[in-house]
């Protein structure tokens, strides 16, 4: 038996809006709004208590460390913590949100991993995203990288380094990465979406928005993770839809065993990328896939970027059915509402919906689907991996609890100069780690 595992990211105290992630829309939008990172983490946690009650699995991956000075550092900045937070806040408060964002919560791009099924080797592979293309996302792997090793430990797993950080090789996790199946355990086909090609560098790409993704990144986890090649499916991402807010590809399709919902212009070349990938979905499964295409004149793109439709969850609940768990701006806006609607009830292959309320993190433009890095484990990978992470009610209790200890409800630009931010994220997070026996993952820990 083999289930997907949602390993959702907990939402560090550090939660704000520091507008540092050019090419997301939300994120410019709400640059140096108060943010409430009380209320981002326990949206976070009741969006997970939804999933686990709907008898999904549910666990969780801990916050980063932050602020992370060591950046400031090595831009020269020197002195005490207390010394370099206040010349970083003088000098370049850019920085200073870079340093302390959490953008870790949105563990979609923590990395790519490929279940024991899809490798040549029968184990389940992990490569942490070096997310290059952001300062303050290119300093999280290391972390990541830690965290992986201590919640999925043993011969079953292999964990690869990142890919090396340049722009030639921008890995963006598995935000642009797309597994289809018969069920959790057969044999799958997997989708890699790539912004543009470094080999190709006059080829179609966005005008204005950076493309933070290349097929070259994807085409070397494809190796390292030891996959069949005609079971693998590379797709160009439409530049006009990275230039509408489509930074990811997790904003415009998802995917879930034989189900591809994705709008009409995700990609370049869409016709031909529906068919490969239906072609090879064949190779793996009798019965075909069921992909079901957004028309722009039923959503146009922005509304879809506005709303965030296919940053839903497509899960599977326990009895086969499947459910999109969608964010409750999609509930908002009432055409869109309506359109779920009618998937629902008609001939889609959804059965149902539930709306969450994840207001902090969109404002930073991370929805459901960006909050959670999916991994698909066999009976022996679960026993194997680190049971402390799993979700539970009993886990939710403690977890609200430390965050209604340790977590403030108000955090502005000004904020992230007072040294007591900092003491105070150190000590919630060494209590976090202790109440999940993780061991030492945070660079104070291992000092
Ligand atoms: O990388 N936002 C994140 C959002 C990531 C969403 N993930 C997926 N689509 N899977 C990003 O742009 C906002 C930071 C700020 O502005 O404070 C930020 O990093």
Redesign the pocket.
Same mark, same amino acid.
């Not at 704000?16 to 992630?21: A, D, L, Q």
């Not at 963006?172 to 935000?175: C, K, L, Q, S, V």
């Not at 930073?364 to 929805?367: F, V």
């Given at each position: 038996m083999a289930r997907e595992v949602n390993f959702d990211g907990l939402v560090g105290p550090t939660h704000?809006?520091?507008?540092? &992630?050019f090419?997301?829309v /939300?994120?410019?939008d709400?640059?140096g709004q108060g943010s409430n990172p009380r209320a981002a983490a326990l949206q976070g946690l009741a969006k997970m208590r939804t999933l686990h009650d709907l008898g999904v699995p549910q666990a969780l991956f801990p916050p980063h460390f932050r602020p992370e000075l060591g950046l400031a550092r090595r831009m020269g900045f020197t002195g005490t913590d207390a010394q370099v937070l206040q010349d970083v806040a003088r000098a370049l408060p850019l920085l200073l949100?870079s340093c302390y964002?959490a &953008?870790s919560m949105?563990t /979609?791009?923590a990395a790519t991993v490929s279940p024991s099924a899809d490798s040549a080797d029968g184990r389940v592979h992990f490569t942490p995203a070096n997310?290059q293309n952001?300062i303050?996302?290119s300093i999280e792997w290391p972390t990541t990288a830690r965290i992986l090793k201590a919640v999925f430990a043993g011969d079953g797993f292999a964990h690869h380094q990142p890919l090396p950080s340049t722009a030639a090789l921008g890995d963006?996790?598995?935000?642009n990465h797309t597994r289809l199946a018969p069920s959790y355990g057969a044999a799958g086909v997997q989708l890699f979406v790539y912004g543009e090609s470094a080999a190709n560098p006059f080829g179609a790409k966005p005008k204005f928005f950076p493309a933070?993704h290349t097929l070259e990144a994807s085409t070397g986890v494809v190796r390292l993770h030891r996959l069949h090649e005609e079971r693998v499916v590379m797709a160009q991402q439409n530049p006009e839809a990275i230039d509408a807010g489509v930074?990811?590809n997790?904003?415009i399709s998802v995917g879930d065993r034989d189900v591809f919902l994705c709008h009409e212009r995700a990609f370049l070349q869409q016709d031909e990328t529906l068919r490969a990938l239906s072609e090879a979905y064949a190779r793996v499964s009798e019965r075909p896939l069921r992909v079901h295409q957004v028309r722009e004149a039923d959503v146009p793109l922005h509304t879809a970027v506005a709303t965030y439709l296919f940053?839903s969850q497509l899960v599977a609940l326990p009895e086969g059915k499947t459910a999109l768990i969608a964010p409750e701006q999609c509930q908002e806006n009432g055409s869109v509402r309506d359109y779920i609607a009618a998937l629902v009830e008609g001939d889609a292959p959804i059965d149902a919906v539930h709306y969450v309320d994840l207001r902090q993190s969109m404002q930073?433009?991370?929805?459901p689907?960006?909050l959670r890095l999916r991994v698909v484990l066999t009976d022996e990978e679960l026993a194997a991996s680190n049971p402390r992470v799993v979700f539970s009610p009993a886990l939710h209790h403690d977890l609200e609890a430390w965050v209604e200890k340790h977590y403030r409800d108000r955090l502005t630009p000004r904020d992230l100069a007072d040294p007591q931010l900092l003491d105070a994220s150190r000590v919630a997070l060494d209590e976090l780690t202790q109440r999940l026996e993780l061991g030492s993952i945070y660079p104070f820990q291992l000092a």
């Open positions: 704000n809006y520091g507008g540092i &992630s090419g997301n /939300a994120s410019a709400h640059q949100a964002s &953008s949105w /979609a791009n997310l952001k303050h996302r963006e996790g598995a935000a933070r930074f990811h997790d904003v940053n930073g433009g991370g929805g689907a960006c």
